[in-house]
Nanobody, 121 residues
Framework: QVQLVESGGGLVQTGGSLRLSCAAF????????MGWYRQAPGKQRELVAT???????NYADSVKGRFTISRDNSNNTVYLQMNSLKPADAAVYYC???????????????WGEGTQVTVSS
């Protein structure tokens, strides 16, 4: 069984910063892609950023230059440094990981329960 545990959400003023963390626990053989998605009230869940095991990153246009994704492969942890936050960034942020639990077996996507980010204007 695999569990993703997020932390670091909270309330911040416009222009402020937050750092989200997400650690994967359980029967993990290898994690290939880790990432962050977000969902605001009344909107669909959207990609924020992803990072491969080799460090290749991908960002939504709306966060480029403000957010930085990174990971610690030795600790199965992914981070999201969020700077210059705007009210439009307010959402529940979800961590995701594409991982395999056994060598040579299929990979599956796992999700955290989400952490709330609120940005006051």
């Amino acid at each position: 069984q695999v569990q993703l545990v997020e932390s670091g959400g909270g309330l911040v003023q416009t222009g402020g910063s937050l750092r989200l963390s997400c650690a994967a626990f359980g029967n993990i053989f290898s994690i290939y892609v880790m990432g962050w998605y977000r969902q605001a009230p009344g909107k669909q869940r959207e990609l924020v950023a992803t990072i491969t095991s080799g460090g290749y990153t991908n960002y939504a246009d709306s966060v480029k230059g403000r957010f930085t994704i990174s990971r610690d492969n030795s600790n199965n942890t992914v981070y999201l440094q969020m700077n210059s936050l705007k009210p439009a960034d307010a959402a529940v942020y979800y961590c995701t990981a594409d991982l395999g639990t056994l060598p040579g077996k299929a990979t599956y996507s796992y999700w955290g329960e989400g952490t709330q980010v609120t940005v006051s204007s």
